[in-house]
C-alpha cells in the first residue's frame, strides 16, 4: 500500500513555543490530507482539510490560528501548534487518499507531542 | 454534519468465539464506510471497508454488513485470535467532495487465549 510518513513522532516542548509535524506521502501525490488529533482511548478527531495550493478547511472548534496548516506541495503538508500549552498535549496523526473518495485513507505513524 | 456512533466501547471475548461492533450514522447520504484496526502505539489500518451500494462484504475472518435504511454498519470477527487484540474504528464519509472521513468512538477488543 502508499506510505505516509510523519515527522517527528515524539516532540517535547515548552509552553509557548510553537512546534511543526510534517507528514509526507512517499510514493504519491496528495492533493488532500487529514489531520486528526487523538487523545488516549479516544478516537480520532478530524481537526481539518489540508489542501495543496489553498486554504485548510477546519473542522468547527479548532481554532486555525492555533493549528497553522500549510500545503505547499503535492507530497507534504506541515501543522504547526502555535504558543503550544499543556492541554494541546495528545497525539496528532495525519492521513492520506489515493485516487478518488471512496479509498483507502492511509495513515502516518504519529506525532506524540507533550508540552511542558 | 456527520456523526458516527460506535458500540460497544469494550469487548472481551474467548478465543475461537465472535466479536461483532456495531455503528450508526447520522447522513443518509455517506457511502463509504471502512474499519480501522489500531494496536498499540501503531497508527491505524484498514482491514475492510463497504460502499453503501452493497449490503454485505467478506474477507476470511472478517465481514462487514450495511443496512441503509437503518443507517447502522457492523463489523463481524469470526473465529477470534489473540492478534485481533486492537482497537478497531469505524468511519463513515459524509456528503460533499471532501474526502474526509468521520470516525466513531472506537471500541478495544481483548481476545483471550
Known amino acids: 500500500g502508499a506510505v505516509v510518513s510523519q515527522h517527528p513522532s515524539r516532540v517535547i516542548c515548552k509552553s509557548g513555543t510553537s512546534v511543526k509535524i510534517e507528514c509526507r506521502s512517499l510514493d504519491f501525490q496528495a492533493t488532500t490530507m487529514f489531520w486528526y488529533r487523538q487523545f488516549p482511548k479516544q478516537s480520532l478527531m478530524l481537526m481539518a482539510t489540508s489542501n495543496e495550493g489553498s486554504k485548510a478547511t477546519y473542522e468547527q472548534g479548532v481554532e486555525k490560528d492555533k493549528f497553522l496548516i500549510n500545503h505547499a506541495s503535492l507530497t507534504l503538508s506541515t501543522l504547526t501548534v502555535t504558543s503550544a500549552h499543556p492541554e494541546d498535549s495528545s497525539f496528532y496523526i495525519c492521513?492520506?487518499?489515493?485516487?478518488?473518495?471512496?479509498?483507502?485513507?492511509?495513515f502516518g505513524q504519529g506525532t506524540r507531542l507533550t508540552v511542558v | 454534519g456527520e456523526n458516527v456512533e460506535q458500540h460497544p466501547s469494550t469487548l472481551s471475548v474467548q478465543e475461537g468465539d465472535s466479536a461483532v461492533i456495531k455503528c450508526t450514522y447520522s447522513d443518509s447520504a455517506s457511502n463509504y464506510f471502512p474499519w480501522y484496526k489500531q494496536e498499540l502505539g501503531k497508527r491505524p489500518q484498514l482491514i475492510i471497508d463497504?460502499?453503501?451500494?452493497?449490503g454485505e462484504k467478506k474477507d476470511q475472518r472478517i465481514a462487514v454488513t450495511l443496512n441503509k435504511t437503518a443507517k447502522h454498519f457492523s463489523l463481524h470477527i469470526t473465529e477470534t485470535q489473540p492478534e485481533d487484540s486492537a482497537v478497531y474504528f469505524c468511519?463513515?464519509?459524509?456528503?460533499?467532495?471532501?474526502?474526509?472521513?468521520?470516525f466513531g468512538s472506537g471500541t478495544r477488543l481483548l481476545v483471550r487465549p
Open positions: 463497504i460502499r453503501s451500494n452493497v
Open positions: 492521513s492520506a487518499r489515493v485516487g478518488g473518495s471512496d479509498t483507502e485513507a492511509f
Open positions: 468511519a463513515a464519509k459524509p456528503r460533499g467532495s471532501s474526502y474526509k472521513l468521520i
